[in-house]
């Protein structure tokens, strides 16, 4: 009878390292697939960036820039309405593409100085204050 016991014992015990074996297989294969996802989706992102490095033209698209334009110089303007070249509207494109390339960059060498892979508003907030008062010593000048 002590046998039995100590048979049965050792099956439970057999079948309990199974139902441990398999759920560690289990949990392995979903590690390694999210391994796999983080891993595709790096590549994804990084061919989207080179992509988008690669290209030459201006970022911002040109209808958008022209409405942001439009909208601002209406509201500043007294008479309401008011024309712009298309010179004029590529050249304010061509700026806002670099200010904002700039600002993006210089605020991301802030975020990794302060240990970080991740852009926080505060950052940009730091870089345009360096850039305000870049502008107020070359007022002063």
Same mark, same amino acid.
């Given at each position: 009878?002590?046998?039995?016991?100590? @048979?049965?014992? %050792?099956?439970?015990?057999?079948?309990?390292? =199974?139902?441990?074996?398999?759920?560690?297989?289990?949990?392995?294969? %979903?590690? *390694?697939?999210?391994?796999?996802?983080? #891993?595709?989706?790096?590549?994804?992102?990084?061919?989207?960036?080179?992509?988008?490095? %690669?290209?030459?033209? !201006?970022?911002? !698209?040109?209808? @958008?820039?022209?409405?942001?334009?439009?909208?601002? *110089? =209406?509201?500043?303007? %007294?008479?309401?309405?008011?024309?712009?070249?298309?010179? *004029?509207?590529? *050249?304010?494109?061509?700026?806002?593409?670099? &200010? @904002?390339?700039?600002?993006?960059?210089?605020?991301?060498?802030?975020?990794?100085?302060?240990?970080?892979?991740?852009?926080? +508003?505060?950052?940009?907030?730091?870089?345009?204050? +360096? &850039? @305000?008062?870049?502008?107020? #010593?070359?007022?002063?000048?």
């Amino acid at each position: 009878m002590a046998r039995t016991k100590l @048979a049965e014992i %050792s099956k439970v015990q057999k079948v309990k390292e =199974e139902v441990q074996n398999k759920l560690a297989v289990e949990k392995d294969a %979903s590690t *390694a697939e999210k391994k796999k996802k983080k #891993r595709k989706d790096r590549k994804r992102w990084a061919r989207q960036v080179k992509r988008i490095q %690669s290209k030459t033209g !201006p970022i911002l !698209p040109r209808t @958008a820039v022209e409405a942001l334009v439009r909208e601002i *110089a =209406e509201s500043v303007s %007294s008479t309401g309405s008011v024309r712009f070249e298309k010179n *004029a509207i590529e *050249a304010l494109r061509t700026i806002v593409t670099d &200010y @904002a390339t700039d600002l993006m960059r210089d605020s991301f060498k802030v975020a990794v100085k302060n240990g970080r892979h991740t852009l926080q +508003i505060e950052d940009m907030r730091i870089v345009k204050g +360096i &850039y @305000a008062s870049m502008v107020d #010593r070359f007022k002063r000048v």
